[in-house]
């Protein structure tokens, strides 16, 4: 048997703020992609060397919906009177803010995302719900773990005879 996609959230803290999450009702869809790209150097023999990978961000990307109408159960959040409403204008925020995010999904956690894409529509037979796209990407932040400092380069002054003038 299927299984369904269980709901996503997504948890961030606003600048001098408390820890939000948003819980969504239902999860229609996930994306996730994972890409390095391999460095090649040609030779002459014809053929490339490659001894080198360059990691990208892994992407997420939900497709969820949110519904105006109240949903007893485990996952149950008081968004208000208009869920739908208070919802967008959060993802709204995240997308135009860039807050760093913790994004738990079926296929596992991202963290820190930043979203970059948000996109909703409405049409008739509809209104009482947000149907949503939201998509980020999982950034690498600089940090001692990751980051190799430059060796320094002694240089030595040569004087003389063992001095060659080019």
Request: charged share 20%; glycine share 6%.
């Amino acid at each position: 048997m299927a299984r369904t996609a269980t709901p996503a959230s997504i948890q961030y803290t606003p600048v001098g703020g408390t820890t939000q999450y948003i819980n969504f009702n239902a999860v229609v869809s996930e994306d996730h992609e994972a890409k390095a790209t391999i460095t090649k150097y040609p030779v002459q023999e014809g053929f490339h060397v490659s001894n080198h990978s360059i990691r990208h961000n892994r992407k997420v990307v939900l497709e969820g919906v949110i519904t105006d109408v109240q949903i007893e159960g485990p996952r149950n959040t008081n968004y208000g009177l208009t869920p739908s409403f208070t919802v967008k204008e959060s993802l709204d925020a995240l997308v135009n803010s860039g807050f760093e995010c913790t994004v738990t999904t079926n296929l596992g956690t991202y963290t820190p995302v930043v979203f970059s894409r948000f996109k909703t529509k409405q049409k008739a037979g509809m209104m009482d719900s947000m149907h949503f796209t939201i998509s980020g990407e999982e950034i690498i932040k600089v940090d001692t773990n990751n980051f190799t400092a430059p060796a320094p380069i002694v240089f030595v002054e040569v004087n003389g005879p063992e001095r060659v003038a080019l």
